[in-house]
């Protein structure tokens, strides 16, 4: 985090990295003795084997956010990036098509990945009224509109959210 004051208003920038290993982990093939499907056993269990082993991709995860006081203790800019990365699944079985085919990445499932990269930028105006010597009202109260922007996605999905909050401080006695 970095502070500063430039000409009585405070700057304020702040930025996050998180790399995220992720373990290994057996499960059991999905053969269900219900018939809610219709999936021949013998050729599952044969092709792939009863268990097989799932690792989940890395992740790195790294933000970027700065904000300025555009009204000293009144109304504040944010602006601010987030950057996050996963590596592809990685499959073991007795089947090295299909450990292939299940992470993607390949000629046998064309344009189908579990690699995936996200960017999004993030927007805010913050109104603050939390200042008692120069605050309406006998309430304190911050109001934020913000946008959160996806600039890059790919083999993942996210949709632009717009956001109105209200935050208000009571203090019981």
Known sequence: ELYKTIQSRELKINWATEFKFNPEAKFWQ??????????QHDSILSQIGEVYRFRRGDELFGSLAGSLELIPRKLRISAGQTWYLKMRNSY??????????????????????????????????????????????????????????????????????????????????
């Not at 999905?30 to 999936?39: A, E, F, I, L, M």
């Open 30 to 39: 999905r053969v269900t003795p219900r018939g809610t499907y219709s999936v």
């Open 92 to 173: 073991y079985s007795k089947n090295k098509q299909w450990n292939e085919w299940m992470a993607g990445g390949t000629d046998l499932r064309k344009d189908y990945d579990t690699r995936s990269v996200m960017i999004f930028q993030d927007l805010a105006l913050i109104f603050q009224n939390t200042d008692p010597m120069n605050q309406f009202g006998s309430t304190p109260f911050e109001a934020e509109l913000s946008a959160t922007v996806p600039v890059l996605t790919r083999h993942t999905w996210s949709a632009i959210k717009v956001r109105l909050s209200f935050v208000t401080y009571f203090q019981l006695w």
